[in-house]
């Protein structure tokens, strides 16, 4: 096996087919950085979905993924990216449509089923309204979740903040609310002689005193002398057996019978002395 995967098709004349088979429905097509991506006509889109699936040469049977895009600053801020897989080409397309906050994109559920779920993912993260989805609603985010999270001017600290209420006994919302040392950051590194007191050292506000050259020490010279030396105690080892080997008659080693021959080896593994005779030969 020279590949770890198998190459999909070349693009080759993928754009000529699709505007032979969508003509005015698409919008724009180009090929770039070897992808595919068509972008068509938004009240069109379910008879170019049909027309991508069913037309010969072209036949993208499987739809993989839907995607959103913001760009706040256009006027159809949203793009909707369909993700299209042909099994028998082995080639992938990518369809494209543009919308706003109010006007919805026909749902292509009837096509295929696992549109349902991928719609309603747009629908929470960027509020782009599907026509046609039986059960359009939230799928990511909490029940009563305010705002969609992917649009470019939702807050990353978002509206609400959430936690479990000993009082209440449950999960309470609240509005956010960011404590004043959180919200101030000088990045100034105290390892780095930072300019700023931190709490609690007008404490330490004491003058410095003069010390001499060398190690800080909190006993000078003439104390250490003043300190007599305690004699010295001869002191006896209390134990009774040896904790180190100085030679090897300690250990047995070079010994012509060490205790590892053959016939000191019990025949059966499990026998759990072998000084004590069971189970030698």
């Excluded at 190690?215 to 300190?227: E, Y």
Aim: proline letters at 9%; hydrophobic letters at 35%.
């Amino acid at each position: 096996m020279k590949a770890p995967a198998p190459r999909y098709a070349e693009n080759g004349d993928t754009i000529d087919l699709a505007q032979l088979a969508l003509g005015a429905m698409i919008v724009e097509a180009q090929d770039k950085v070897g992808e595919v991506t068509i972008t068509v006509d938004r009240l069109q889109l379910y008879d170019a979905m049909i027309a991508l699936r069913d037309t010969p040469g072209l036949e993208y049977q499987q739809l993989m993924e839907i995607a959103g895009v913001d760009y706040p600053s256009r006027p159809e801020r949203f793009d909707v990216c369909y993700h299209l897989l042909s099994l028998t080409r082995n080639h992938r397309l990518r369809v494209r449509v543009v919308t706003d906050e109010e006007k919805p994109v026909p749902s292509i559920v009837s096509i295929w089923p696992v549109a349902g779920w991928l719609e309603r993912e747009v629908y929470d993260m960027y509020g782009v309204l599907f026509d046609g989805n039986p059960d359009l609603r939230r799928i990511l985010t909490d029940y009563g979740f305010r705002g969609h999270p992917f649009r470019k001017d939702f807050p990353l600290s978002g509206f609400v903040e959430m936690r479990y209420s000993e009082e209440a006994k449950r999960v309470v919302y609240e509005p956010v609310k960011l404590a004043q040392d959180f919200r101030t950051f000088d990045f100034m590194s105290p390892w780095e002689g930072a300019q700023y007191v931190l709490p609690g050292d007008e404490k330490a506000a004491v003058a410095p005193q003069a010390q001499a050259k060398g190690a800080p020490s909190p006993v000078t010279a003439d104390d250490a002398a003043k300190v007599p030396a305690s004699p010295a105690k001869d002191v006896q080892p209390q134990a009774t057996e040896k904790k180190v080997t100085e030679s090897r008659a300690d250990t047995g080693a070079g010994r012509a019978d060490s205790g590892n021959l053959a016939k000191d080896k019990p025949v059966d593994p499990d026998v759990p002395s072998p000084d004590g005779g069971e189970g030698k030969q």
